[in-house]
């Protein structure tokens, strides 16, 4: 019998976490049962079930995967010199996000996923620590990322590094929420919003 190959057994993984996530966007993750997702995916249980144990497993993969997702994608960004500032380092990161995660699937869509892996993570305690994980590590980037900012003139030390990237957080948490909540909201208008606070202490220097 001829080998599987690895390219093909992570095509397949590929082709269950998206589908499973369309299917979770679309209804909740309470409403949506196995069969729905093995019916989005077109493949048999035995299939499916190789690859994940039943409906925990799969949300716990997706939502690790967004966090990782978000984290590559602010290390990536961030990367040039001096760093972009973060109207723009923002916008690239939620645009990446928001629209290359799930294949056939709008903004809105993958923020409302999103959205209900925060809220899961009430209820499940294996989906908590992976939250806690992925908060401490965007932390982490964005705390060195203040740290340039200082080093290259583009902000003042005045207040807490770890506290500027805890509001930076929070600032793409909310654009999410607000994708997730009522949709047809462009990158561009966080972006706009952030240059626009950004500038207030230069307008009151000059």
């Given at each position: 019998m001829a080998r599987v190959s690895q390219e093909h057994l992570d095509a397949r993984r590929r082709q269950i976490l998206d589908g499973a996530a369309r299917c979770f966007a679309r209804n909740g993750f309470h409403a949506t049962s196995m069969q729905d997702v093995l019916t989005e995916v077109g493949l048999s249980a035995g299939a499916v079930y190789r690859y994940f144990s039943g409906k925990e497993?799969?949300?716990?993969?997706?939502?690790?995967?967004?966090?990782?997702?978000?984290?590559?994608?602010?290390?990536?960004?961030?990367?040039?010199?001096?760093?972009?500032?973060?109207?723009?380092?923002?916008g690239a990161v939620l645009r990446l996000v928001l629209e290359e995660r799930i294949?056939?699937?709008?903004?809105?869509?993958?923020?409302?996923?999103?959205?209900?892996?925060?809220?899961e993570t009430l209820r499940d305690e294996r989906l908590f620590r992976i939250l806690?994980?992925?908060?401490?590590?965007?932390?982490?980037?964005?705390?060195?990322?203040?740290?340039?900012?200082?080093e290259t003139g583009l902000m003042a030390a005045d207040v807490p590094a770890d506290r500027v990237a805890r509001t930076l957080i929070a600032t793409a948490q909310g654009y999410i929420a607000q994708q997730a909540l009522f949709g047809d909201v462009d990158v561009e208008v966080l972006q706009d919003g952030l240059r626009g606070l950004m500038s207030m202490g230069s307008q009151s220097a000059s």
């Amino acid at each position: 019998m001829a080998r599987v190959s690895q390219e093909h057994l992570d095509a397949r993984r590929r082709q269950i976490l998206d589908g499973a996530a369309r299917c979770f966007a679309r209804n909740g993750f309470h409403a949506t049962s196995m069969q729905d997702v093995l019916t989005e995916v077109g493949l048999s249980a035995g299939a499916v079930y190789r690859y994940f144990s039943g409906k925990e497993e799969l949300i716990a993969a997706i939502a690790a995967e967004a966090f990782a997702a978000m984290r590559g994608a602010f290390a990536e960004a961030s990367k040039a010199t001096p760093p972009p500032t973060p109207d723009v380092l923002l916008g690239a990161v939620l645009r990446l996000v928001l629209e290359e995660r799930i294949p056939g699937a709008d903004r809105q869509v993958f923020a409302r996923l999103i959205l209900q892996v925060w809220s899961e993570t009430l209820r499940d305690e294996r989906l908590f620590r992976i939250l806690v994980e992925g908060f401490n590590g965007m932390r982490g980037i964005w705390t060195e990322l203040v740290e340039v900012y200082r080093e290259t003139g583009l902000m003042a030390a005045d207040v807490p590094a770890d506290r500027v990237a805890r509001t930076l957080i929070a600032t793409a948490q909310g654009y999410i929420a607000q994708q997730a909540l009522f949709g047809d909201v462009d990158v561009e208008v966080l972006q706009d919003g952030l240059r626009g606070l950004m500038s207030m202490g230069s307008q009151s220097a000059s």
